[in-house]
C-alpha cells in the first residue's frame, strides 16, 4: 500500500522554465514533507522540507507548496538549470524518524 | 571528506551466501538507518538505531541483521541470501528526533545482485 505516490516517472522541461514535480500522500497524520534530489550512483540528498502546518516553504529557486486538503504536494523549480536533472523522490514522515517515499521523478532540464 | 560512507559499493554473490554491508558517517549524528530500493525503486526503511538502540524495525526477513557497535557505524548483516534481496541499500544517518528542520543524510548506496 502506497502512502506516498509520484504518479509522473518523468519530466522534461526546457532551461530556464519551471519544472513542477508532484506527489500525492493519503496519510492525514504525516508531520512533515522533504523532497531529495538523487544523481545516478548517488545517495539521495536533502532539498527542502515543509512542515504541515505551513503551506509553502522557499529556499531559492525551490519551492515546497504544500495542499492538506488535496493531500498534495509539489516541488517548483525556476528557473530550471541542466543541473536540475535528476531523480527527485518526496518523503513523507509520522512521528520520529520514519520516513516514507515515493517512487521519485526523472526530471530531465534540457539545454 | 565523506559523510556517510558504505562498503562495498558493489556485492555480487551466490544464494545461500552471507554477506555484511558496513556504514559508517562521521557528522556526529545520533541515529541511522538502512533503507532497501527495490527494482521498482521504491525506497523503504528497514531499521533505524538511535545511540546503538534499535527504534526502528520495519518487516524485515529476521536473515536481515542490523549491528551497532557505536553511533558511527551501523552495520548489515544478511543470511542466508535470496534472489529477491537484489537491491541497492542505503545507508543515512540524522542529528535530531525528528521535527521538520532534521534531515537524513544519505551514504552512496551498495548494489547488491544475488545470483
Known amino acids: 500500500d502506497q502512502q506516498v505516490k509520484q504518479n509522473s516517472p518523468s519530466l522534461s522541461v526546457q532551461e530556464g522554465r519551471i519544472s513542477i514535480l508532484n506527489c500525492d500522500y493519503t496519510?492525514?497524520?504525516?508531520?512533515?514533507f522533504l523532497w531529495y534530489k538523487k544523481y545516478p550512483a548517488e545517495g539521495p540528498t536533502f532539498l527542502i522540507s515543509i512542515s504541515s502546518i505551513k503551506d509553502k516553504n522557499e529556499d531559492g529557486r525551490f519551492t515546497v507548496f504544500l495542499n492538506k486538503s488535496a493531500k498534495h504536494l509539489s516541488l517548483h523549480i525556476v528557473p530550471s538549470q541542466p543541473g536540475d536533472s535528476a531523480v527527485y523522490f518526496c518523503?513523507?514522515?509520522?512521528?520520529?524518524?520514519?520516513?516514507?517515499f515515493g517512487t521519485g521523478t526523472r526530471l530531465k532540464v534540457l539545454a | 571528506d565523506t559523510a556517510v560512507s558504505q562498503t562495498p559499493k558493489y556485492l555480487v554473490t551466490q544464494m545461500g551466501n552471507d554477506k555484511s554491508i558496513k556504514c559508517e558517517q562521521n557528522?556526529?549524528?545520533?541515529?541511522m538507518y538502512w533503507y532497501k530500493q527495490d527494482s521498482k525503486k521504491f525506497l523503504k526503511i528497514m531499521f533505524s538505531y538511535n545511540n546503538k538502540e534499535l527504534i526502528i524495525n520495519e518487516t524485515v526477513p529476521n536473515r536481515f541483521s542490523p549491528k551497532s557497535p557505536d553511533k558511527a557505524h551501523l552495520n548489515l548483516h544478511i543470511n542466508s541470501l535470496e534472489l529477491g534481496d537484489s537491491a541497492v541499500y542505503f545507508c543515512a544517518s540524522s542529528q535530531e528526533a525528528g521535527g521538520w528542520t532534521d534531515t537524513q543524510y544519505f551514504g552512496p548506496g551498495t548494489r547488491l545482485t544475488v545470483l
Open positions: 496519510n492525514s497524520m504525516f508531520d512533515y
Open positions: 518523503a513523507a514522515v509520522s512521528g520520529t524518524y520514519k520516513y516514507i
Open positions: 557528522l556526529g549524528h545520533d541515529t
